[in-house]
């Protein structure tokens, strides 16, 4: 019998320098974390975790998760990324259906998505 997905809980980008990854996203999402230790940061993303975690010294940073956060105007949170101190990886562009993806790099090579998917809503 499969076990049941109950949907995104977590989000893990990893990082070197772990100090600095807090501050940027702090300024980036504009919200501090609810967990805050030298192993694990936590932020609280509409009911999502966004977690930093320190990279392993010996293991690359691969970015190899692609994972899209919700937002309602998808070019302004790109541009505001951008100011940020990200740098682009996917421009904004509508995938069909009035769906808006874009895509930037954290300083840590990580690939952060943003979506604005007018077809899906959270269950209440």
Known sequence: MATAFHGLRTAI???TDIEKAKDWYVAALGISPYFDEPFYVGFNVGGYELVLHPAKKDAPLTGGVAVYWGVSDVPAAYQALLAAGASPYEEPNDVGGNIVVAAVKD??????????????????
């Open 107 to 124: 300083p840590w090579g990580n690939v952060l998505g943003i979506i604005d998917n007018p077809h899906f809503a959270l269950p209440e």
């Open 13 to 15: 980008y990893y990082v």
